[in-house]
Nanobody, 118 residues
Framework: QVQLVESGGGLVQPGGSLRLSCAAS????????MSWYRQAPGKQRELVAT???????TYADSVKGRFTISGDVVNSTVYLQMNSLKPEDTAVYYC????????????WGQGIRVTVSS
């Protein structure tokens, strides 16, 4: 059973930076996209950023210019560099990877908390 392990969350002041990391417990073959989602208290989970196996990157409008996603499909690892953090970035962040093995197979991390507060 593949597990995604996240690290790098924590408490940071507004304007600060954090770098999230996510690594699969074993290499995921036929990996298509790697993404970060987040869920703030009382809100639905939202897509933050995606990097495809072909290198295409997309961001939610709310994080464009502040967050940078990067990853290594071969090693099944993905990162999220978060700069100029705002209180509204406070959420639990989840790593997601999906592969096409017959149909779509999704893998999720357990979630890591990011709190932006003074």
């Amino acid at each position: 059973q593949v597990q995604l392990v996240e690290s790098g969350g924590g408490l940071v002041q507004p304007g600060g930076s954090l770098r999230l990391s996510c690594a699969a417990s074993q290499i995921i073959t036929w990996l298509k996209d790697m993404s970060w989602y987040r869920q703030a208290p009382g809100k639905q989970r939202e897509l933050v950023a995606t990097i495809s196996s072909g290198g295409t990157i997309t961001y939610a409008d709310s994080v464009k210019g502040r967050f940078t996603i990067s990853g290594d499909v071969v090693n099944s690892t993905v990162y999220l560099q978060m700069n100029s953090l705002k209180p509204e970035d406070t959420a639990v962040y989840y790593c997601n990877m999906w592969a096409r093995v017959g149909g779509r197979v999704d893998f999720w991390g357990q979630g890591i908390r990011v709190t932006v507060s003074s």
